[in-house]
Nanobody, 122 residues
Framework: QVQLVDSGGGLVQAGASLRLSCTAS????????VGWFRQAPGKEREFVAA???????FYADPVKGRFTISRDDAKNTVYLQMNDLKPEDTAVFYC????????????????WGQGTQVTVSA
């Protein structure tokens, strides 16, 4: 089991940028694929982006070209760089880890961070 801590959220205006971090402890993160999900009030948790063990990246259509996921295994951390933020990006963002693989569905993941709030004002 790996423990994950999400950080980096905040309140920003539309068009601004934020970088979220997902830092792992307990096990080395390079055995895991890592995904970012988000959940807005009254909505289901949705896939945002993922990175597999070899560094290949995958994105949901609404964030393609604006968000970038990356990993630094030496720091046991995965990042989500979010540019050109929009009010519809407002949500709690969660990182999640899946041993040896990755997926687009939340049930694919076994370990979750506590979430970090991102609020984008118009």
């Amino acid at each position: 089991q790996v423990q994950l801590v999400d950080s980096g959220g905040g309140l920003v205006q539309a068009g601004a940028s934020l970088r979220l971090s997902c830092t792992a402890s307990g096990r080395t993160l390079n055995f895991y694929g890592v995904g970012w999900f988000r959940q807005a009030p009254g909505k289901e948790r949705e896939f945002v982006a993922a990175i597999n063990r070899s560094g290949s990246t995958f994105y949901a259509d609404p964030v393609k070209g604006r968000f970038t996921i990356s990993r630094d295994d030496a720091k046991n951390t995965v990042y989500l760089q979010m540019n050109d933020l929009k009010p519809e990006d407002t949500a709690v963002f969660y990182c999640a880890a899946k041993l040896l693989s990755w997926g687009r569905n939340a049930p694919d993941y076994t370990d979750w961070g506590q979430g970090t709030q991102v609020t984008v004002s118009a």
